[in-house]
Structures are given as C-alpha cells and as structure tokens.
C-alpha cells in the first residue's frame, strides 16, 4: 500500500495542527501507523490521496447511513446553497427538521437544533440541571458524550483509546457532580442515588453504547433506569447521537420502548454536515431561552445547508431501508460468526442494526471493565491487516463498526473473505 502522499500530508499536518487531527481518534495514536489522507468517497468506498480505495466501515463516525455522496442529498444541498448559506435568522426549513424529529420520537415534543453532538448534550445537562435545580448527573464508565468538561470523566471513544480518561483542564469541582456507574449493571446506578437521593439532576446514557465497542442494553436495563430517575425525580437523558435514526427510524428509545426525558441528537440529522439537536417534553424544553431562563445559542445553529442534508437523508430513511440495514447487520454477523466458530478464534461480536463490532476477546462483553480485557495488540494487528487489504475499520477496539446501504452482500462477502485472511495472520 502506497502511503508516500499521506505520510508527506501528515508530517506537514503535524506541524500546524494538534497531532495533525482535528479530531484525535483520526491520528491512529494506538493502533499506530499514518492515517491515510482522503481525497473523496463514494457509497460504501474512501479513496486517500495515493489512489488507494478503502471499503468504509467508518461513515464519517456514523452519519453517512446513505453512503457517501449520495447524488440525491448532493443536488438538494447544492440547491439550497444558491439561496445563501447561512442567515442567522429563523427559516422555515429549521421547523421542517423539528417536525421530522418530533414525528419519528415520540418523547420529543420540542426540539432545538444545535452544531454538534457535544452541543447537544452540554446543553441538555444545563438544561436538567437548570429545572431541577440539582448539580450532580450520573454517567457509564466507557458511555462518551463528547468533550463537555462534565463528560470528560472516564470518557470512552479516543479519551479511552488515548488513556487520558480525566481530561486535564476538567476542575476538580466538575469532576465531583459527574457520578460514575457501570453499563448494564442496575446495582451500581441504585447505589449512586441512594448516596445522593436529592442531588442528582439526571442520568446521561447511550441507550446502545457505541464509544466502548458496541454493547446492548442487556435485560431490562434501560426500563430500570426510567424506574430509578422517575423515583428520584432525576431526568433521563438518552444520548441518540449515535443510535438516533439508525438503529431504527426513531432510534434506540424506539426500539426498547423507553421514553427518556430528553434526548440527544446529531450524526445522521445532518447527513455529513454539522449538526446536532437535543429535544424532550415540552414542560422541560420550555425552560430554555427565549422562552425560557436557560441559555443556549448559536451563530450557525440550524443553518439551512446542514438542515437540508440532514432532512434529504431522513427522507430518505423508510421503513425498508431499516429493513434493508438490519438484512446487512445480520448478514455481516453470520459471515464473521462463521469464520469465528470454524476456526475457534477467541473472538466475541456485538451489533444492533447497522452497529458492529468485533470483539477481540471470547467473553461476552457487558461493560466498559469487560472491553478493557480486549487483547489490544491483536486488535491492532486485525485492523493494520485489514487496512492493506482495503478495508478502513475504525482505527480503535474502543469504537463501534458502521454500516450503511451501500454495503452490499458482494462488498461484504469480499470483506469476510479479508477479514478471514487478516484472522489467520493475528492467530498464525
Ligand atoms: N454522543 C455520542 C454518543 C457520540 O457518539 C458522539 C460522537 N462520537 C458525541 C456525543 C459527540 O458528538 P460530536 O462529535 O458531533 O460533538
């Protein structure tokens, strides 16, 4: 695999950006090597700037459900982009999107468009702080809500993967309010509130966690966290930004039938382009400004661009294409399982929908603790095996495996066959 153009690229990179990233995970810090440069992409496949061509199991972390420039969802952008690309003033096309939120999830009744999804989740947790008057909120070991200072606090995805789990410059005060429980362990959520049964505003989860690997809720988890914030009076926050649109047309709250209090959004609302959201009863989302005490703005929040991208995609998100993402999910499974259990590799899968992941240890995994008994350095080799075959995995044990339309049985049967291939090189 030629890598003269990236590794130039990424020298440079270096030089006048952190790490050469704008954002860390990209930086393949733990499973080392250079990144590849993109040039372009195009349904399931990224091409870097040495011409080499990689099937995508990234998707821009989650949003390109549609594949890559999706010729659709390019011609409406390019429409809406004659008209001006932001105004900061209201449009008409920002209520289309609440619409389309508040349609498919039936806990939104309100809903306010942020930039991102750590936008979205810093200002929901203001926001359940603001109406309960509580400061403290509980979060899961391995759970990552983006870089909100309250998040930082044994954050998953690349804070894990990077091993820098309590981010230097979170105070030790905002440290304090940010209680830690584990996923899918109900015991440890009822010790936290029976600690501190008047303090905490809210539970923040991923209702499929996606930043430890991909792990289901398991047994009854998330109706018991409904049970437990509704007892205390704490609100439940699902973090969507990842599950939401994906895993099913109005996300993981959908799909297990738990109605949180707020919910995050971003990723696949915006089809490729920025943006985030978080909504909820509108007793509670009522309280923010204008129309209500607790603040929260933006300069580019709902900018028509990132809204018309987003809106094409859902749009285009029917009830069949669900089905369609699930035939994939499962079909992919099936082949790993198969090579799994034909040759006995010490190897356990995950997946929800369009979400996967491989697991380089035999155990079930629950939990973060049960993630972090991952054999890293086999996982590293599996995934620098696959790359020179081309096929892009997301470069991190710590992260889930996305899939999308353009994952075709073929582009599947020949990724198993790779995938075969690197397995018997890590195992050799
Ligand atoms: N929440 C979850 C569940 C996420 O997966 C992510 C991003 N991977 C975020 C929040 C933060 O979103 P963003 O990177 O858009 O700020």
Redesign the pocket.
């Known amino acids: 695999m030629d890598q003269t153009k990236s590794k130039a690229l990424f020298t440079k990179a270096c030089d006048v950006i952190p790490g050469g990233v704008n ?1 860390p995970v990209r930086a393949f810090k733990s499973v080392g090597g250079t990144p590849p440069f993109i040039s372009h992409a195009k349904g399931a496949h990224i091409f870097d700037v040495d011409g080499n061509k990689y099937v995508d199991f990234i998707g821009s ?2 949003p390109m459900i549609l594949g890559h420039a999706n010729d659709e969802v390019l011609g409406e952008i390019a429409r809406v982009m004659e008209k001006g690309t932001s105004f900061g003033a209201p449009t008409e096309l920002e209520i289309t999107m609440a619409e389309a939120i508040i349609e498919r999830v039936p806990a939104v009744d309100v809903v306010r468009l942020v930039n ?6 810093m200002s929901a947790i203001r926001l359940a702080r603001g109406v309960t008057k509580r400061d403290k909120c509980i979060k899961f070991n391995g ?5 909100g200072d309250s998040f930082l606090i044994a954050a998953g ?1 690349g804070a894990t993967t990077l091993g820098i789990p309590n981010s230097p410059g979170v105070t030790k005060a905002t440290a304090q309010d940010t209680l830690l429980a584990n996923f899918n362990d109900i015991e440890s959520v009822k010790e936290v509130f029976e600690k501190y049964p008047e303090d905490i505003a809210c539970v923040i989860v ?1 209702p499929i966690a ?2 430890m690997g991909c792990i289901p809720p398991q047994d009854n988890f998330l109706q018991d966290l409904r049970t437990l914030c509704s007892k205390y009076n704490a609100l439940l926050i699902f ?5 939401g649109f994906r895993v099913a047309r109005g996300g993981a709250n959908e799909l297990y039938g738990v109605d949180p209090d707020l919910l ?1 959004f ?2 696949v609302i915006g089809g490729g382009l ?1 943006i ?1 959201a978080y909504g909820g009863k509108r007793d509670l989302m009522n309280h923010v400004a204008p129309a209500g005490p607790v603040y929260q703005a933006g300069t580019l929040s709902g900018n028509p661009v990132a809204v018309t991208a987003g809106l094409e995609t859902l749009k285009r998100l029917t009830p069949e294409v669900y089905e369609t993402l699930e035939e994939i999910g499962g079909y992919m499974q099936s082949k790993l399982h198969d090579i799994i259990t034909k040759n006995g590799y010490p190897l356990s899968q995950t997946r929800v929908g369009s979400m996967v992941c491989l697991f380089f240890t035999p155990n079930e995994v629950r939990n973060f603790a049960d993630v972090q008994k991952c054999d890293l350095e086999k996982f590293n080799l599996f995934f620098h095996e696959m790359l020179k075959q081309g096929v892009y995995l997301a470069p991190s044990q710590f992260e889930a495996g996305f899939l999308g339309i353009c994952h075709t049985k073929e582009i599947i049967d020949e990724v198993a066959e790779k995938a075969q291939k690197a397995l018997s090189v890590v195992f050799s």
């Not at 991102?116 to 989740?121: F, H, L």
């Not at 759970?143 to 870089?147: A, K, S």
């Not at 973090?239 to 599950?243: I, K």
């Open positions: 954002s972390w989650g991102s999804g750590t936008e979205a989740t759970c990552y809500h983006g870089h995805s991923e996606g930043n973090d969507e930004v990842m599950t995050c971003g990723k920025p985030g």
